[in-house]
């Protein structure tokens, strides 16, 4: 379905890569987003972007996963058929990226037509609060669903001792390359444990990158915010190189209190390797889709039916962890961020509304 595989397993098998649009346009008379096809006269098919995260996180083959389910482009079987349940005309391709804020500024730019971002993100993003203080609100951002909550992973070198927040002070910490969601979740956790940037010493590269440091030794932790279980966790902890350690205390009481958007949650004992059993208790927040009030309500309204049709629902299941737990029942929880029209006459019309 347009869509290349880069794990195996539930480690990517499930579609989760980048549609190869050069390919693609060798068939179809144009490779634009819904708005350039438009522009471009290309009525029989519709191409969008969806900014997901960086290939070793979540949110990469949770997109590939959406776009799969999205496209249907034209000569495809009929869904009643058993051939594609997605929007007709419709190809997705789900893009890479460096996450949550590039993600936005994506969104912003018309670089993108769809994104999966954080919820906090999203929310100071919206508002102009927080994060964005001072550099402007983008107020267009609309929500279409809560996919699932993601969970903030601190990963440590198994031999160094630290066994809290705390003990980062004076280390070498990865805490999320520039434009991640990781980088915003790690800032305000640290801040909420007293502990400020020149307290310790920062690493802003590629989760994938802090990961072989950790493994190799040159740093001693790292944060990485995503739906668990996620493949670079599990290469970190099957490497026996590196532990998970907790976030709790009366400090995750006093940021959840403050930021309505965090919720406090664990990481369940049985979603890896190496963690004795127990569950690990730490900080999420909400993954969700979005857009912009640029996307038409009509659109919106298709593919948010298209996302949850039982048939993709079944998809979701068999491909991905974090995916299986994907459900229209709780996709209009905690957004943070206005929901668009055409996903609200969506759920209304599917009884998941007001």
Not at 95 to 112: I, K, M, P, W
Not at 154 to 173: N, Q, W, Y
Not at 249 to 258: D, N, S, T
Request: hydrophobic share 40%; glycine share 14%; net charge neutral.
């Amino acid at each position: 379905m347009f869509v290349a595989s880069a794990f195996s397993g539930w480690r990517g098998s499930a579609f989760a890569g980048v549609i190869f649009a050069c390919a693609i346009a060798l068939a179809y008379p144009a490779c634009a987003s819904e708005s350039d096809s438009k522009t471009k006269g290309s009525a029989d098919v519709r191409f969008v972007r969806i900014g997901t995260g960086p290939t070793g996180g979540t949110y990469f083959p949770v997109g590939g996963l959406i776009a799969n389910a999205l496209s249907n482009p034209p000569g495809s079987r009929p869904c009643d058929r058993g051939g594609s349940c997605g929007v007709p005309g419709l190809i997705a391709v789900a893009q890479s990226t460096s996450g949550s804020v590039e993600n936005v500024e994506g969104l912003a730019r018309g670089d993108l037509d769809f994104a999966l971002v954080q919820a906090d993100v999203a929310f100071w993003a919206q508002s102009g609060s927080g994060l964005y203080k001072g550099k402007g609100a983008v107020t267009e951002l609309r929500a279409i669903a809560r996919l699932y909550p993601e969970a903030v992973h601190l990963a440590v070198r198994a031999d160094s001792g630290i066994t809290s927040v705390a003990g980062l002070k004076g280390k070498r910490i990865g805490v999320g390359e520039e434009g991640s969601g990781t980088l915003v979740g790690s800032h305000i956790i640290l801040e909420a444990f007293g502990i400020s940037m020149g307290d310790i010493k920062p690493i802003y590269k590629k989760p994938g990158e802090d990961a072989d440091d950790l493994i190799a030794g040159s740093l001693d932790a790292m944060f990485f915010v995503s739906g668990a279980p996620t493949q670079l966790i599990v290469r970190l902890l099957d490497s026996g190189s590196a532990r998970l350690v907790p976030i709790e205390g009366p400090a995750v009481e006093r940021l959840v209190g403050r930021y309505p958007f965090f919720s406090t949650g664990e990481i369940p004992a049985d979603v890896y390797t190496g963690m004795g059993g127990k569950p690990i208790r730490t900080v999420t927040v909400g993954a969700l889709m979005i857009t912009t009030t640029r996307t038409s309500a009509d659109f919106v309204e298709a593919i948010t039916r298209s996302m949850w049709h039982p048939n993709h629902l079944i998809l979701y299941s068999k491909g991905h962890p974090r995916a299986a737990s994907m459900s229209p029942d709780t996709a209009r929880d905690g957004l943070g961020i206005p929901l668009h029209d055409g996903a609200r006459k969506a759920y209304t019309d599917m009884g998941k509304g007001d």
